[in-house]
């Protein structure tokens, strides 16, 4: 099955012309994880609509190659984020995601994409509040970190500390202490504490 060109269209833009290590140049990095309004209303007026479609479960099909299936993961991870920065919806669609990128995992599909699309396949597990997934992330963010060519490997065992530091809040508190005010969960003691000394991701 062809990628479609609107799955191809969101991974040129979120990833740009991508170099012979697999990499993104500085200028798309850079937007990635960014709270940017601009950037935001960008991707709201090129693929909100898209990502609308995706959450419906019209899109499933592009999971059927594995570029296509990372743009859906990306259209339900990554853009999710982005478009309804700061509410509920941010996380809405984080199931749907995980369920995708452990189909990718599962037919060894990661491993014909390249270096920065494979770390956001791996995001979801990362996102989850589920201390299996958190295995996954921390061992193919380490994969990656051991993969990544000398010039940019600081910026992949990036990646990996903010895996291990996403797994570690989840074993201690099994969820993200963080969203509690966006979720409308109450807040024990210890989570504020540990708000207050480290903060959110």
């Not at 270096?115 to 996102?127: C, D, G, S, V």
């Amino acid at each position: 099955m062809p990628l479609d060109p609107r799955a191809k269209e969101l991974l040129d833009f979120w990833f740009g012309p991508l170099d012979a290590d697999g990499l993104a140049d500085a200028e798309h990095q850079a937007r990635w994880f960014a709270a940017d309004p601009a950037f935001d209303e960008e991707l709201r007026r090129r693929f909100g609509d898209l990502h609308e479609e995706a959450r419906a479960g019209r899109l499933d099909r592009w999971a059927e190659t594995p570029r296509g299936r990372l743009a859906l993961v990306l259209l339900l991870d990554q853009l999710s984020r982005n478009l309804h920065r700061g509410t509920a919806d941010a996380f809405a669609a984080d199931t749907h995601a995980l369920e995708l990128a452990r189909g990718a995992l599962a037919r060894g599909e990661d491993q014909e994409l390249a270096l920065h699309e494979r770390a956001f396949l791996y995001l979801p597990f990362e996102h989850a509040e589920d201390p299996a997934a958190q295995a996954v992330s921390v061992e193919r963010f380490r994969a990656l970190a051991a993969e990544a060519p000398p010039h940019a490997r600081a910026q992949f065992e990036t990646f990996l500390d903010y895996a291990i530091r996403h797994r570690d809040v989840i074993e201690r508190f099994g969820r993200f202490p963080h969203r509690n005010a966006i979720l409308g969960r109450p807040t024990t003691e210890a989570e504020r504490e540990h708000l207050e000394r480290e903060g959110g991701f």
